[in-house]
């Protein structure tokens, strides 16, 4: 499926097949959407205008009926310890979503969000404390992602849908984004250089399993205890880890690819013995790669990262048990740009 105008966006609404449906019903032959993707999204036109191999007839009817309006940068702050960049983006409608740039050698990872806000409530998490104001168009994604490479004056190699929002819950409209992203005609990411992350959405997993891209899977795993994954994530109650486990095999036996496992190590409440060994019994005949992350502060949830030596503990226990992991690189936490930290809030202009 794709996505359709999103009244008060403009052009930013449409994925490519979007975009090329609205030109069909306009008598445009095919090889216009090209054209207009690459002005989009490679070249970065401000307006119709500078699409001067766009007939001046049709530039007008865009002008007029898909507004190009591109965000309006409000907030951007630098890390002092590895130049990760926070981004604080208004919409043309007036929301607001943020995005962050990571740079690393020859790499540039952008981490962009799928939703302005988010619905789902977890608890260590500071973006869903203000709840879900809308979902993000597929341009508005693939946007930002633009925008940050701009910023850097590189190409991005790698794209990270653990912004704002849960990606699932705007499945088409993420898919569109993802694809403007990896379109030779728009941002030209390798597709496994893409990678969609999700609370753990069943239905939208088997989903994704059955698209022909090769784009990267990450789930918010975070508990293999029942019991304990309801208290962090409450909204998952209807997404049981058996049924969650099953479809990560058929995801893994679909596509070849393996999913990673996000884990935030949340001192007393998911970093016990009991907790580890649940861990490896979810992992274990799984194609899977664990990803220890001990969690990141954020003020007023309550929630404080182990010492240490719990992390070690399960970085040696998976190892021991043959499951791959690894402790990710903290990046960003100086400006409250890493996991479950963005907010929608900024100290100011960088």
Do not use: K
Not at 6 to 18: E, F, T
Not at 85 to 114: H, K, M, N, Q
Not at 131 to 148: H, I, P
């Amino acid at each position: 499926m794709t996505t359709g105008p999103v009244p008060g966006i403009g052009v930013l609404g449409l994925d490519r097949g979007g975009l090329e449906r609205w030109l069909a019903g306009e008598s445009e032959p095919r090889f216009r959407t090209g054209q207009l993707v690459r002005w989009l999204y490679q070249r970065g036109a401000d307006s119709y205008e500078q699409m001067t191999d766009l007939p001046a007839g049709l530039r007008a009817t865009l002008a007029d009926r898909l507004p190009l309006l591109r965000p309006r940068l409000e907030a951007r702050e630098v890390s002092a310890l590895d130049d990760t960049r926070r981004y604080l983006w208004r919409l043309a409608d007036g929301a607001t979503v943020e995005s962050v740039g990571l740079p690393a050698d020859d790499r540039l990872t952008v981490c962009f969000s799928t939703q302005a806000g988010c619905a789902m409530g977890c608890s260590f998490c500071a973006t869903g404390a203000g709840g879900l104001v809308r979902d993000l168009g597929a341009g508005e994604m693939a946007e930002q992602v633009r925008l940050v490479g701009a910023d850097f004056g590189a190409r991005v190699t790698n794209a990270v849908a653990m912004g704002q929002g849960e990606p699932f819950t705007n499945y088409d409209a993420t898919l569109g984004g993802v694809r403007l992203m990896n379109d030779p005609d728009a941002l030209g990411i390798g597709a496994r250089h893409i990678t969609i992350s999700t609370c753990g959405l069943i239905g939208e997993i088997e989903r994704l399993a059955s698209e022909p891209e090769q784009f990267t899977l990450a789930i918010s795993l975070h508990s293999a205890v029942q019991a304990t994954r309801n208290r962090l994530m409450p909204s998952l109650r209807a997404q049981p880890l058996p049924r969650l486990q099953s479809a990560l095999e058929t995801y893994a036996t679909a596509t070849g690819r393996r999913p990673s496992l996000e884990y935030a190590l949340v001192e007393g409440v998911n970093d016990s013995a009991e907790e580890l060994a649940a861990l490896i019994g979810f992992c274990t005949g799984l194609l899977c790669h664990v990803n220890l992350i001990p969690v990141n502060p954020v003020g007023g949830l309550g929630h404080a990262r182990p010492g240490g030596g719990r992390v070690m503990a399960f970085l040696d226990g998976l190892a021991a048990a043959g499951i791959q992991a690894t402790i990710r690189t903290e990046r960003g936490t100086d400006i409250e740009a890493a996991c479950g930290q963005l907010t929608q809030r900024h100290s100011g202009p960088g």
